[in-house]
């Protein structure tokens, strides 16, 4: 399932911190699969950057995190930071930034 996430008002490198709430989490932050060391530079979660201070980074959620087979992915979480990690964003509230993930769905019309 391919995902593409955008980040708006900040100029440098910039990083999508982020792991996965699937069914074998045990709560809401019950984070599986961390792509990331905080204040690492981590290729793989590098965002590019499209212009006017805006990033962006888009992947298969299964591939990217390493998601085995039957595991079911129910949200996306993230904390996007700079190179060093000094400097963080998060939801307006300083909460991460989870984002719900719905099964594909199937359309039958007759």
């Known amino acids: 399932m391919p995902v593409k996430v955008t980040l708006h008002c900040f100029n440098g490198s910039v990083y999508a911190h982020t792991v996965v709430i699937t069914s074998t989490s045990t709560s809401p932050t019950d984070w599986k699969y961390v792509q990331g060391t905080w204040g690492i530079p981590f290729p793989k979660t590098l965002m590019t950057p499209i212009g006017n201070d805006i990033y962006t980074i888009e992947y298969n959620i299964e591939d990217f995190y390493g998601i085995p087979d039957g595991e079911l ?38």
């Open 73 to 110: 992915v129910q949200e996306l979480a993230f904390v996007f930071r700079n190179t060093d990690g000094s400097i963080a964003g998060r939801s307006s509230d300083g909460a991460d930034i989870y984002a719900p993930v719905y099964a594909p769905s199937i359309n039958i019309t007759g």
